[in-house]
């Protein structure tokens, strides 16, 4: 089956579910790359989070705590697609495949904007667990990051990437 013919196979009887709207049509509502993307912000924050406090904890400098920190960013963005779809009946093989093409772009975005504000936060790298300016950063660059990888997500989905491909599974 061509990937056009499985794609509307597979979206076939979405488009009354709620957040579907657009895709069914080949496009992507505003609410569906949202929704995307707060999946996605989700898993990147307790990832990065995660990997901040352990950094940081252990007396880390800067660059492996922020390696830790994308490294399970990117573990557990990908952790919440893998599970769902396995859930739904896909092999570990096939499940691996449908996280990466759904996620990987979405994660990626969202992590270059997200550290890079608080690389860019003057204070943010050398701020403490305790210290608000650490916090600040990381909940603010976390809000820049959800808007500018919104209208990527929706840019992808209504091309059938990204999180487009998770829909065929729910």
Do not use: Q
């Not at 979206?11 to 496009?27: D, R």
């Not at 995307?36 to 912000?41: E, F, K, Q, V």
């Not at 790298?125 to 500018?148: C, R, T, Y």
Request: net charge negative.
């Amino acid at each position: 089956m061509d990937h056009a013919a499985h794609s509307e196979a597979a979206h076939h009887g979405h488009a009354g579910h709620h957040g579907h709207e657009g895709h069914a049509m080949g496009g992507a509502s505003w609410g569906m790359a949202a929704k995307a993307t707060l999946h996605c912000l989700t898993g990147c924050a307790i990832g990065e989070i995660l990997g901040m406090v352990i950094g940081t904890a252990l007396l880390w400098g800067n660059v492996p705590t922020m390696a830790l920190a994308i490294t399970l960013a990117f573990l557990f963005g990908y952790s919440f697609t893998l599970f769902a779809v396995r859930r739904a009946g896909l092999g570990w093989k096939d499940a691996v495949k449908v996280a990466l093409a759904a996620d990987t772009v979405s994660i990626a975005v969202m992590e270059a904007v997200d550290n890079g504000i608080i690389a860019l936060t003057p204070g943010a790298m050398d701020a403490h667990l305790s210290d608000a300016l650490f916090w600040g950063a990381l909940l603010g660059g976390f809000a820049v990051a959800f808007v500018v990888t919104t209208p990527v997500n929706k840019w992808m989905i209504g091309r059938g990437k990204g999180h487009a491909v998770v829909h065929a599974y729910h």
